[in-house]
């Protein structure tokens, strides 16, 4: 199967995952994601509000895009404030109530994945605004979703997926205004390519935080071929496999100061 904007690198490691990624609905995709301790949308959640929301225009709602958005994972907490054990627990705003949290009205979440199954299930459920299944890594966006990604303040991705950065985030700067990025790049992945297309196109990066526990892997072997992965790039086994979790770096890109 070809990688998809949820997959991280290693392909063999997500088998778990490819079959459950694009379905009616994410039970039993959340089931297999909760044991694995997947924790980094909460991270993710944080910095938006910490950094973003609480800095926004009063009057126009934050434009976020949440890049391989899936079944809607951010939105549960960014909009209706969801712990993140609930969402694992298919206890979704279509079935407890549309309310939104403080701070939900603040942002508008415009879903992008190719699974055209989830993103349905994420705008049916509220859980983004708009949605769309357009493939960045073959080429620029269509007209409906050039014209969303046109005015995205910032762009979020917490599913580490890795090799897809570069022409994901390409097709977004050519489309949107010079958006700030928050994203989760796993410890095992190379992040040269990513860090000259900053520096192409005026950006500055700084990691928020290091070594971010990610989720749990999936059986031995991964965890063996992550930590050989972040050791040929200069990472430590202690950064790699941080209490038993797969680590991220979640990093902030914005565009340089002139």
């Known amino acids: 199967m070809s990688p998809t904007p949820s997959q991280s690198d290693d392909g063999e490691a997500n088998v778990a995952f490819d079959d459950l990624y694009d379905l009616a609905g994410p039970g039993r995709y959340y089931a297999q994601l909760g ?112 014209v969303a990604l046109s005015s995205i303040d910032l762009v979020i991705e917490s599913g580490a997926i890795g090799q897809l950065y570069v022409p994901c985030f390409t097709a977004i700067l050519d489309a949107a205004d010079r958006p700030s990025f928050v994203y989760c790049p796993r410890i095992d992945v190379d992040q040269g390519p990513v860090d000259e297309l900053w520096q192409r196109r005026g950006y500055e990066c700084q990691t928020l935080r290091a070594a971010e526990p990610y989720r749990r892997p999936l059986d031995a072997e991964e965890a063996a071929m992550v930590t050989s992965a972040a050791m040929r790039l200069g990472r430590s086994v202690d950064e790699s496999i941080v209490d038993g979790y797969i680590t991220v770096d979640v990093r902030l890109a914005r565009p340089a100061v002139r």
């Open 35 to 146: 044991r694995t301790g997947y924790r980094i949308p909460s991270v993710v959640a944080d910095v938006v509000r910490e950094r973003f929301t609480s800095v926004r225009d009063p009057g126009r709602p934050l434009h976020v895009l949440d890049l391989a958005c899936g079944y809607g994972f951010n939105g549960a907490l960014l909009l209706h404030g969801m712990p993140i054990d609930e969402v694992f627990g298919g206890d979704t705003p279509s079935s407890a109530g549309s309310e939104l949290c403080d701070g939900g009205a603040d942002i508008h979440l415009v879903g992008l994945d190719i699974a055209c199954n989830a993103v349905r299930y994420a705008v049916q459920a509220g859980l983004v605004h708009e949605g769309f299944t357009d493939d960045l890594t073959a080429g620029p966006p269509g007209a409906a979703c050039a």
